[in-house]
């Protein structure tokens, strides 16, 4: 039996005449990412790999070509392109895509470096497969949601996501927003990442989406002149907002089936929040990044709404208290995150009484201690998942989860300084733990061999010349990187 994916990362790839067609031949998905590649090398392959499902261009170097003709993948559902070349290349080899894929449901085409350029080649693209495309993934522009708001024959559209091109919010048109909403209101999925709209139009937008399950919603800072009356959607299931620490009342929120909430940015009083909470009874994860709860009493108010609260995850806030918190609630919780948090040892501790079912918890960042993993381990009889990293524990925390942590099938240490290897290993001797991941802090050594790594992959010269003269002038040994990593799966193991 065939391995149906295949990897290419960090390669240059020129001669595949000998081995690819007997990989391509049954390959279902093919991902290139951080690769050099002729036209018509990736024409060739491509032309032998007539069972193509799944095709992922991520951070590509084309040499110049000519861009083929006449390339046919029947059964391709799905192209990702992130990161397209500075020449265009990519762009080029759109139109081929667009005419020899019969099929494609699926497109994806993220950060471009120009993308007053790109979009136009984009639109293009869309206007050829619009009869078969299902979902898109594209950068955001204001451009470029006109225009597949203005396509015929997009009938099968159902998910959609625009993520601005910008690392930090972009205000985005809300008319244009309103009007795509308008054309398409059979969506099942919609989202705006770091493309911002205002509070009023984003209200609009569940309202119109009435099949809406998913929903991702980046708020302006723009002051609203009025608050939105109401925001009623029966069907939405998941629901993400973001704000840049904006005051927001969520209050006129009714949504009564949704399962996952995550709030991030935002400023809040609880009376503001409670409304949706309230109605939301089967809100079973909930995430609160980044977010500031005005009332000191906020998190244990907020749990006590959620009867069906499985997952919840903190992060980036000030937790004061959980004194009192619900028992009757808290006790339906079963996973806890908690990450870059300001606490205190007593609260980490006070964990263990008001969680007593938890059966995953994962500590960053945190004043979580020797004596603080010790009780926990103590106390929750039903922990299967340990995720400790980045907090200030020894080798003796090795000692009291292997003496503690009889239900824990996965353990996690990454980036505890304290925390050696050896102890590690003796851990994982004892066969307590099945799984133990261990990921000691990176050392100068390491940050600039991942450095030069980069450094000797762009160079013309000899990758192995400048990686072995520059490392022995920073005190480490002269090292053999692996520039040609191809991973296949288990049928195919290549080997430098």
């Known amino acids: 039996m065939f391995r149906r994916s295949v990897l290419l990362r960090s390669s240059r790839i020129e001669a595949v005449e000998l081995w690819w067609p007997r990989v391509g031949r049954w390959l279902h998905d093919l991902q290139l990412e951080r690769c050099r590649i002729s036209v018509t090398t990736l024409v060739g392959m491509l032309r032998v790999t007539p069972q193509l499902k799944r095709l992922t261009l991520k951070l590509v170097e084309f040499s110049t070509g000519v861009v083929g003709e006449g390339l046919r993948l029947e059964k391709l559902e799905e192209l990702v392109v992130d990161f397209p070349d500075d020449s265009g290349v990519t762009l080029g080899l759109l139109p081929l895509f667009g005419s020899g894929c019969p099929r494609l449901k699926n497109f994806t085409y993220l950060y471009p470096k120009h993308p007053e350029v790109d979009q136009l080649k984009v639109v293009d693209f869309l206007e050829q497969v619009q009869g078969t495309i299902e979902e898109v993934k594209l950068f955001y522009s204001e451009f470029v949601m006109d225009a597949i708001a203005e396509l015929d024959r997009m009938d099968n559209l159902k998910c959609v996501t625009f993520i601005g091109n910008n690392p930090f919010f972009e205000p985005a048109n809300d008319r244009t927003v309103l009007k795509f909403c308008r054309k398409y209101p059979n969506l099942k999925e919609f989202n705006m990442i770091r493309a911002s709209i205002k509070h ?206 009889r239900a824990l099938n996965r353990l996690e240490l990454i980036d505890n300084g304290g925390l050696s290897k050896g102890a590690v290993n003796r851990l994982k001797r004892r066969g307590v733990c099945p799984e133990v991941v261990f990921k000691p802090p990176l050392t100068p050594a390491v940050l600039v061999k991942s450095l030069l790594a980069v450094v000797a992959h762009r160079v013309a010269c000899s990758p192995l010349t400048v990686v072995n003269c520059l490392l022995p002038k920073v005190g480490v040994k002269p090292w053999r990187p692996d520039f040609l990593r191809v991973e296949l799966g288990e049928e195919f193991a290549f080997k430098n």
Request: charged content about 15%; proline content about 5%; glycine content about 4%.
């Open 200 to 405: 009023v139009s984003a209200c609009s937008v569940f309202i119109m989406l009435r099949s809406l399950k998913r929903a991702t919603i980046t708020l302006s800072n723009e002051p609203d002149p009025f608050e939105p009356l109401e925001c009623v959607n029966y069907s939405l299931e998941s629901l993400s907002i973001y704000a840049a620490q904006r005051a927001t009342n969520l209050s006129q929120y009714y949504c009564p089936n949704l399962r996952e909430l995550t709030l991030c940015g935002m400023d809040m009083a609880i009376g503001k929040l409670a409304p949706l909470l309230s109605n939301s009874q089967r809100i079973d994860t909930l995430t609160l990044q980044r977010c500031r709860i005005r009332e000191n009493y906020g998190v244990y108010c907020i749990l006590g709404y959620l009867p069906s609260l499985r997952k919840l995850t903190m992060g980036s806030a000030h937790l004061t208290s959980w004194n009192h918190t619900d028992k009757t609630f808290a006790h339906s919780l079963q996973t806890l995150n908690l990450n870059h948090l300001t606490t205190t040892r007593d609260q980490l501790l006070a964990i263990a009484e008001v969680f007593p079912h938890l059966k995953q918890l994962h500590l960053q960042n945190l004043p979580a201690d020797d004596a603080v993993i010790r009780y926990l381990c103590q106390k929750l009889p039903h922990l299967q998942t340990l995720a400790i990293t980045n907090c200030p524990i020894s080798d003796a925390s090795t000692n009291f989860i292997g003496q503690h942590g």
